[in-house]
Nanobody
Framework: VQLQASGGGLVQAGGSLRLSCVAS????????MGWFRQASGKEREFVAN????????YHADSVKGRFTISRDNDKNTVYLQMNSLRPEDTAVYYC?????????????????WGQGTQVTVSS
């Protein structure tokens, strides 16, 4: 499967963005999906994930209540709605797919990655 992330940009603190990740090559419904981010000079960090049907989601404490992951399998797309953005949310955001039965928060559990989209939050 190939993943294409988009929707990043420059936004002021308190603003909102919605990231999209479109899958091609195989049906998105076959994969457990996640969003990660990587700030300059830091390790890649888990943001959120969602199961195959969209019935179960998990968000990192740092984004809980502000970000929401969702998916539309008919459109082969996963979303990350980001509200109340903060300067510390500035990073390159990546979507990732896993075919494993047990998937957590480690990047090593994800098998396919998109190219990343830059999110910059100004204070």
């Amino acid at each position: 499967v190939q993943l294409q992330a988009s929707g990043g940009g420059l936004v002021q603190a308190g603003g909102s963005l919605r990231l999209s990740c479109v899958a091609s090559g195989r049906a998105l419904s076959r994969y457990f999906m996640g969003w990660f981010r990587q700030a300059s000079g830091k390790e890649r960090e888990f943001v959120a994930n969602i199961d195959w049907s969209g019935g179960s989601t998990y968000h990192a404490d740092s984004v809980k209540g502000r970000f929401t992951i969702s998916r539309d399998n008919d459109k082969n797309t996963v979303y990350l709605q980001m509200n109340s953005l903060r300067p510390e949310d500035t990073a390159v955001y990546y979507c990732a797919a896993s075919w494993r039965l047990r998937v957590g928060r480690s990047p090593s559990q994800y098998d396919y990655w998109g190219q990343g989209t830059q999110v910059t939050v100004s204070s």
